[in-house]
C-alpha cells in the first residue's frame, strides 16, 4: 500500500507539470481550440472529459449512419472513433473502392453534421476481427514472397511504400475535413497493439504528415509494452480493459486477471487483452514516462463478440462498473470497444471476419458477417438497456461536471473505492463472480453556487431546468447532506436548499431521461430520445409474434467431429458443414413486412388522438411515425446458424444464448433458408453456465431446436418544437 500511495504522489506531481506535445494544428479557421495537456483535453480553453465510442462506417448501412450517430450522441458519446479497415478499400493492388457503406468521406461528413469530433483509426494493421486483420490479400502474399521487402508491420521499404499508397488515398477521401479546415477529424490512431520498434511508429508518422494528416493529436494502444524506448510527446498511449474476452484458451469462466478489470488500480495496463497473440503474462508495471501523458482509453469494454471457441453472454451489466473502475483510478477518456456493431460486407470468396485458416492473424474463429459484439448499440443499432442506459446516466454527469473532476487528482484508492476530489467512485461488482455487486459514483464536498453538497447517497447525474438531479441507488435510502443539513430526498419530489434546487430520480424515471437542449424530456416508451433537426425524436422497439411457419426441408446429419484449428481452439464449421444441417424455409415474409406498416399507421391515429409526451410544452405536438424497420429475431438452440438469400450468405450467428437477428429488407422477394446445425456437449467450446447446463440436459447431449420466429422492430416517433 505504501508503494502504492508513493506512485500516486509521483502521479500527481507528474500531472501538474503542463507537457508539451509534438502534435499538428489545434485551432480551426473560426479559432475554435481542441488541446491535450498532461491531464486530457482541453477544447476552447476548458477542460472536459469526452466520451469516446467506436463504430465502424463499411459495418454499417450507409443510409442509417446518421440515426445511429445520434443515437450515439443521445447515449453521451461526444467523440466517435472508427477503423479504416485496408481490405475494405483496396481488396485488389490497386483498385480502390470508397462507396456506398465504404463512403469514408460522406460519414466523415455526416459526424461533422451532427457535432461529433471523429478519431480515425488507420492502422495499416487494425485487427477489428477482420480477415487477415484488415491486410489485403494481396499485401499478405507480398510479405510471403518477399519478407525483406514487404515484412509486414516494419520498416521494410516495399511495406512502407504500400502504406504510403494507403495513407495518401485516405487522406484524399478526408481532405477538408481535418480540424484545422473547421471539420470535425481531430486524431488519428497509427497501427495497433504493436511493440514497435519506435522507428515503425515514427515512419508511419512522418508518412501521415507527408500526406497531409495536420491534427490535434496522434495515438497509438498502449498495449503491448513497446520494445525499447519511445520519443517522448509524439504519440499519446492509449488503454484499454475488458470484462471478459474471446481470445482466451480456457473452458472456464472469469479466467487470468479478467476480475482485476473491476478493481482501482493504480496501472493503466491490462493483463488480459489480446492474449492469444501477446500472451497471457504481459506486464502491467508502468514506466515513469508514462505517466505524463493524460490516462485515456480506447478499448473499454464496450460488449464481447462471441467466438467460436468461447460463447460469451454479455449481460450489459458489465460496462458500467468498467468506467466507474477507470474514471477512479484516474482516466479522463473514456473510450469503448465497440459502442456500436454492424455486420461485415459480403464477400463471395471468403469470409470478412477472423479466422484461423489465414496465414496471418488467425488467432480466432468469428462469424463471417455478424459483428454485434453485444455492446451499448448492437448490430442492427438495437440497444442492449442495461448497458445503454446505465453508462448514458454516467456520461450525462461527465458533460455536467467533467470540467471539474479531470482537474482532480487520485487522492484515495482501494480495490473498491476511490476519491478524487469531490467525487467519490465505487465497484463491488464482478462479472459472473460477484453479479449482486454496485457500481457508482457520490459526491463529498463539491460546491454548487452557495450550496456546498457534503454528501450524497445518491449519483449525480445532470444540471437542467434549473435543477440538480440525482439517481437513486438500490438498496440506498436517497440522502444529501447540504451546507450540513440532511435531507432525506423522495424520488421525483425537487427540494430547495441554500437557493438551489435537488431532485432525486428513480433508476427507472431515470433511464427515460434525456437533457436536450439544457432541459429533461422523458421517453414514454421506454426508448431514446434525440435530436433530428429541431425536432425530438423517440426510438423504440417492439418484438411481436408472427405466423411465420418455415418448412423443415432437410434434418441435420449427424454432429459434426470438431477440429481443433491453427491455434489449438475449435475449429469452426465450413460451408460443407452447412450443407448438412437442419435446413428452414421461410416463406410469406411480405406479407409479414405489409402487415407492421399498416400497424403503425394505426398506431399513429391512436397516438395523436390519446397521448401526450411528458415533458413538452402544448406547442409541440406528436407528427407521424416514420415506416418501421423490421428484423426476424430468431430463437433457436445449436451449434450455429445461417440465414440465406437466393443462396447469398445474409447472416450467421454462433449460439450463445441469445437470438439471432436479420434484416427483413434483405430477405423480401428471395427464397430463405435457415440452416441449424446441431451441438454436441462433447465440443472443445466454452459456455458459461446458463448455456452448458441446458446443453448437459439435452436428450443424448446433442442440442437442436427452432423456438420461435418474431418480429422486432424500430419504431420511430417524431415530435415537433413549433416557433
Known sequence: MKKLFLLFALLSQTLCAQTTFKFGTATTPDGHTFEVDSRGFIIDKKPVIPVMGEIHYARVPQQDWRREIRKMKAGGITVVATYVFWIHHEPEEGRWD?????????????????????????GPFCHGEVYQGGFPTWMVQKSIDDPKQYKLRSTAPGFLAATTILYNNIFAQVNGLQWKDGGPIVGMQLENECRGPWAYFTALKQIANKAGFDLPFYTRTGWP??????????????????????????????PGDYPKAFIMKDTRLSAVIATESLGANQS???????????????????????????RINISGKEIKPLAICKLGSGSNLPGYYMYHGGTNPYNPRHTMGETQATSVTNYNDMPYMSYDFQCPLGEMGQPLDEAFHST???????????????????DTLSEHYSRRGAFEFYNDYVRILNEEGQSYCTLRG?????????????????????????????????????????YKAKPGKPFTAAGQTFCVLSREKAYTAFKIDGQLHYAQRGGILYKAGNTIVEEYWQTTPTSIQPTQTQAAAAPRAVQLGSQKVAA??????????????????ES???????????????????????????????????????????????????????????????????PMLVRLSDLIGKRVELRILPLSKDYPIYFQAPQRAQLDKAPGGLLLSLDSIELLTRNTLRVHREH
Open 98 to 122: 470508397w462507396s456506398g457503406n465504404r463512403n469514408l468521406r460522406r460519414f466523415i461528413e455526416i459526424c461533422g453534421e451532427e457535432g461529433m469530433p471523429v478519431v480515425l483509426r488507420v
Open 225 to 254: 509494452k513497446l520494445n525499447g524506448k519511445e520519443v517522448f510527446g509524439e504519440i499519446l498511449p492509449l488503454y484499454g480493459d475488458y470484462a471478459d474476452g474471446f481470445w482466451d484458451r480456457s473452458m472456464k469462466d472469469m
Open 284 to 310: 502491467t508495471e508502468m514506466e515513469r514516462s508514462d505517466l505524463s501523458y493524460p490516462y485515456f482509453t480506447c478499448e473499454l469494454g464496450g460488449g464481447m463478440m462471441p467466438a467460436y471457441h468461447r
Open 392 to 410: 448514458r446516466l454516467l456520461h450525462q454527469m461527465l458533460a455536467d461536471w467533467g470540467d471539474q473532476l479531470s482537474q482532480m487528482d487520485v
Open 446 to 486: 463539491l460546491k454548487v453556487g452557495a450550496a456546498t453538497i457534503d454528501w450524497t447517497t445518491v449519483e449525480p447525474f445532470c444540471q437542467a431546468d434549473g435543477t440538480i438531479y440525482f439517481v437513486e441507488i438500490p438498496g440506498k435510502k436517497p440522502q444529501l447532506s447540504i451546507n450540513n443539513k440532511v
Open 572 to 589: 469452426m464449421p465450413t460451408n460443407a458443414d452447412f450443407d448438412k444441417a437442419a435446413i428452414y424455409q421461410l416463406e410469406d415474409l
Open 592 to 658: 409479414l413486412a405489409n402487415l407492421e406498416k399498416l400497424e403503425g399507421l394505426e398506431k399513429l391515429e391512436r397516438l395523436a388522438n390519446l397521448e401526450k409526451l411528458e415533458g413538452l410544452d402544448n406547442l409541440e405536438r406528436l407528427e407521424r411515425l416514420d415506416n418501421p424497420e423490421s428484423y426476424l429475431k430468431i430463437s433457436y438452440k445449436g451449434d450455429a446458424a445461417r440465414i440465406y438469400a437466393d443462396g447469398q450468405l445474409i447472416e450467421d450467428n454462433f449460439w450463445n444464448g441469445k
